[in-house]
């Protein structure tokens, strides 16, 4: 959809049925003003899972066949999900990957290959060697919704164009830790020792004792180029050695290097100071061959560069020079730029250089454990479940991510609900979100929560599947301005995250007149969380207290008696079962809205029943 058009545009509502307003901007939503006429809706079905299923696909004769599987949280039969892995993966991650959806190994696959099975698959599991390019995403078609990268970094997977096409993008960050550390101290003890050269060497014939003298580690300054969970388990071992050991890293925490005995320090000053370098920084446009000519030039002669992390943060043509001149003694090498690098590389084939095939990770626990991390994760995306690991999606912690769990849904309900009572052509044109808290902006996330209330707003009146990973950019491909605001609650020892979440719609018309706050022109809802389930809690100006399950009826009436039990009975004689009812006023025995929630959806003849009591000046009825 252009920016420039509205983001929800409302049908024309023809003079005959001016009483009988259909929400066809929000296909799942039936609107009646007071004993209306008739008229028809689509029905939309929502999909609750924090990861939307797509939508469904035509059967090709190339498409595999789905099994089903019995295992819904309803009862019903579902068609079991189909993951791809792309390369080898351990029999225990695959057990975990079987036991919920239907896998295939295709190891060794072509770019061609992998683009023709791409929309046949729901998740992609890769490592290191496979491209997850912008071509294979769209090629998915909506159905691949995962990709899973077995191991810690992501820079063969295009970010960008999955965000874009709504695929969530996980990997594996701990399992293979104290792997890729431990192989990190392996290659600086044995460059420093001259020990594969040495071994080389006496296998050959040679006993040269003299020609392979080695320089000590003790006392000696490590520079660990990236202090995330790799650098830093480095530092650790390092420090264990007798190291010296001083860290670059923009975002890392200064309390955890100093709990380490470690001085962060900036990149210049690293490296002018470091007698070794360990380079642990990921490959990103702005670390793309940082270690260059001018780079080495600032360093010590003689210093000694150590890289287990990403073969295109180095130069390699540049470090070639730096050996030959000897400004860089020694380098102990297990990536690359190209891998694997050609045979007459002459970084590989260079006397001062130790190199390994990109074992950072390959421990018998590690790649076990990295297996079992990724298949639970695709595992987890599949079913819907907030993924800690997720890489182009908000970042939350898994703690936080279990205390928001209840306030993510009513978040996207909230929304679900706002966007169905908007009515006129101008769509929407801002939404404000206010949080009511007793935390301070530093203990409080709310990244999730506004991508969830995003979802709640544009998938009911788009066709695109709008999940965490494409949220923030599906709103801001359509217009959709959202401001957040924090409010601070008065109980400062409240256990709760979020005493309360008010979603407000700005300048628009409205199908339910009772929705807009008092002298303004705003729709506004708010709910809070009782006992782990979502609530609305107030309506415009009205408070109710209605649980956010099901679907709901708001009506707008006259306070007077007996109108709980006629609208009741109306419900009740086409076997529609109340699960929830609360009334709130103004003042008595002047307006008043009754919010019903219902468990199934009333036909077109009871809600017409329920628009001609005479109190009703307006209803709306809202599917969840």
Known sequence: ??????????????????????????????????????????????????????????????????????????????????????????????????????????????????????????????????????????????????????????????????????????????ANTIAAAEHGIALLASMARNVSQADAALKAGKWQRNKYVGVSLVGKTLAVMGFGKVGSEVARRAKGLGMHVIAHDPYAPADRARALGVELVSFDEAIARADFISLHMPLIPTTSKIFNDESFAKMKTGVRIINVARGGVIDEDALVRALDSGKVAQAALDVFTVEPPPKDSKLVLHENVTVTPHLGASTVEAQEGVAIEIAEAVVGALRGELAATAVNAPMVPAEILSELAPYVSLAEKLGRLAVQLVAGESGIKGVKVVYTTARGPDDLDTRLLRAMVTKGLVEPVSSTFVNLVNADYTAKQRGLRLTEERVAHDSPAAEAPLESVQVRLSHVQSKFAGAISD???????????????????????????????????????????????????????????????????????????MAIGVDEEPDKDTLEKIGAIPAIEEFVFLEL
């Not at 696959?109 to 929309?119: D, G, V």
């Open 1 to 174: 959809m252009a920016a420039s058009r509205a983001l929800l545009p409302s049908p024309q509502v023809s003079p005959a049925s001016a009483r009988v307003r259909l929400a066809a901007a929000v296909p799942s939503s039936l609107t009646l003003a007071a004993r209306g006429g008739a008229g028809a809706g689509a029905r939309l079905r929502v999909r609750c899972a924090i990861l939307s299923s797509p939508a469904p696909v035509a059967p090709t004769e190339s498409r595999p066949v789905r099994r089903i599987s019995p295992s819904a949280p309803d009862g019903a039969l579902r068609p079991k999900p189909a993951v791809l892995v792309a390369e080898k993966l351990s029999e225990a991650g695959l057990a975990v990957l079987r036991q919920f959806a239907d896998v295939e190994c295709a190891y060794g696959m072509s770019p061609a290959e992998l683009l023709a099975k791409a929309a046949q698959f729901d998740a992609l599991i890769v490592r290191s060697g496979t491209k997850v390019t912008r071509e294979v995403l769209e090629a998915g078609q909506g159905r691949l919704r995962v990709v899973g990268r077995a191991g810690v970094g992501i820079d063969n997977v295009d970010l960008q164009a999955a965000t874009e096409v709504g695929c969530l993008v996980v990997n594996a960050p701990t």
């Open 519 to 593: 002298g303004g022109d705003d729709i506004v809802l708010e709910g809070r969380v009782k006992y782990g389930v979502p609530h609305l809690t107030l309506v415009g100006p009205y408070e109710v207290d209605v649980s956010l399950e099901g679907n709901l009826i708001l009506c707008r009436q006259i306070d007077q008696p007996g109108m709980i039990g006629k609208v009741g009975n109306i419900l009740g004689d086409t076997n529609v079962n109340i699960n929830f009812m609360s009334v709130g006023r103004t003042f008595r025995g002047k307006q008043a809205i």
